[in-house]
């Protein structure tokens, strides 16, 4: 009898930590979500000031109240087409943990749509791509609204090698 409690718990707890609020985007056509707890702000673009040999996804930094922070172009991390910055493209300010404790990083995404909660039971394990494919940056898949929600795990969006990179950037 306590094999079966454990059983039915454990998948219980693992999708719970999923479930909560999430901050919507869009990038094309896709949706995305980002846990609530880890935005710090939403800003309009604004002047990024570039640095030179970093890679192309990494647009520059940006002086937000007097803090240099990086700023991540997701859509091309993720291999997407570039395109034009709009009205509805904005700034993600979001906490994430690096290996030498919190920081702060923009990433740009071509607009925000809205807070869903959802429950550990809108939320699916990602599916197998097959070999070869990682993505461990990816939370899960929630249905909400008649879509699919890719949710993020931010802190895992950049490798732990880029995050190095980041910090060494801005020391």
Do not use: W
């Amino acid at each position: 009898m306590q094999a079966l409690a454990t059983q039915t718990t454990e998948p219980i707890s693992c999708n719970d930590s999923r479930a909560g609020k999430y901050l919507a985007f869009h990038l094309g056509s896709e949706e995305f979500g980002i846990q609530v707890l880890k935005v710090r702000e939403i800003i309009g673009v604004q002047d990024i000031t570039a640095v030179p040999r970093t890679p192309a996804y990494l647009k520059g930094v940006i002086n937000l109240r007097g803090k240099v922070i990086p700023v991540v172009d997701l859509r091309m991390k993720f291999d997407l087409a570039e395109m034009e910055y709009t009205q509805r493209t904005c700034i993600i300010v979001v906490q994430i943990q690096g290996e030498h404790g919190q920081m702060m990083m923009g990433i740009v995404v071509d607009g925000v749509s809205e807070v869903l909660s959802f429950v550990a039971s809108d939320i699916e394990d990602t599916p197998d791509f097959g070999q070869g494919v990682s993505t461990p940056y990816i939370l899960g898949m929630a249905k909400g609204k008649g879509k699919v929600k890719i949710l993020l795990d931010i802190d895992q969006v950049l490798t732990s090698h880029e995050l190095k990179g980041l910090n060494a950037l801005l020391q």
